[in-house]
């Protein structure tokens, strides 16, 4: 059975940075793209970055380049969102995804809030 | 960026009535589209993709259809379970984009 289980602290003051995590089993990580996706209180979904299998290609919208990184660790079945100089409008609860043949999400995770507030 | 629209916001319908939800793309996206689900509280779960595909344990009274700009969700006969917000996703093109969203709500 495919699992994700997304982790961060919830909780960073304006400016500040946070990690998130998406820790995933029953299936070959390795082997599959992943992205981040986002949903704002009361909001649709926004899409927020992708990578590649390898790790070597990743992809970002507009809203967020430059601020978040996304990574994987391959020997540790982990996805990862660095975010930096985050502001309110990062409040969000972010869902990591597992992706199939094309970069939509065939598996999805829970879901971890972000509160970004002074 | 390509701009995903979807029709109407906010659908009503009575259960066991049909329900037909559209989107559209600002310029083609071939057949890389897909659908999802989500209901109140929970993740989203992927509907179709290609667009027409279903995935996996998703019932029969669900199809998907459509190509290039124009691609329509259809729920054949709504089941109680079935009233949620219902997503399209293009992935032609980077950005990929979402569109915002239609909500079937009971009538």
């Known amino acids: 059975e495919v699992q994700l289980v997304e982790s961060g602290e919830v909780f960073v003051q304006p400016g500040g940075s946070l990690r998130l995590s998406c820790a995933t089993s029953g299936f070959t990580f390795s082997s599959y793209a992943m992205y981040w996706v986002r949903q704002a209180p009361g909001k649709g979904l926004e899409w927020v970055s992708a990578i590649n299998g390898d790790g070597r290609k990743t992809y970002y919208a507009d809203s967020v380049k430059g601020r978040f990184t996304i990574s994987r660790d391959n020997s540790g079945n982990t996805l990862y969102l660095q975010m930096s100089s985050l502001g309110a409008e990062d409040t969000a609860k972010y869902y990591c995804?597992?992706?199939?043949?094309?970069?939509?999400?065939?598996?999805w995770g829970q879901g971890t809030p972000v509160i970004v507030s002074s | 960026e390509i701009v995903m629209t979807q029709s109407p916001a906010t659908l009503s319908v009575s259960p066991g009535e049909r329900a037909t939800l559209s989107c559209r793309a600002s310029?083609?996206?071939?057949?890389?589209l897909a659908w999802y689900q989500q209901r109140p509280g929970q993740a989203p779960r992927l509907l179709f993709y290609?667009?027409?595909t279903r995935a996996t344990g998703i019932p029969a009274r669900f199809s998907g259809s459509g190509s290039g700009t124009e691609f329509t969700l259809t729920i054949s006969s709504l089941q109680s379970e079935d009233f949620a917000v219902y997503y399209c996703q293009q992935y032609n093109n980077w950005p990929l984009t979402f569109g915002g969203g239609t909500k079937v709500e009971i009538k």
């Open positions: 995804a597992k992706n199939s043949i094309g970069y939509y999400g065939d598996n």
């Open positions: 310029q083609s996206v071939s057949s890389n």
């Open positions: 290609g667009p027409s």
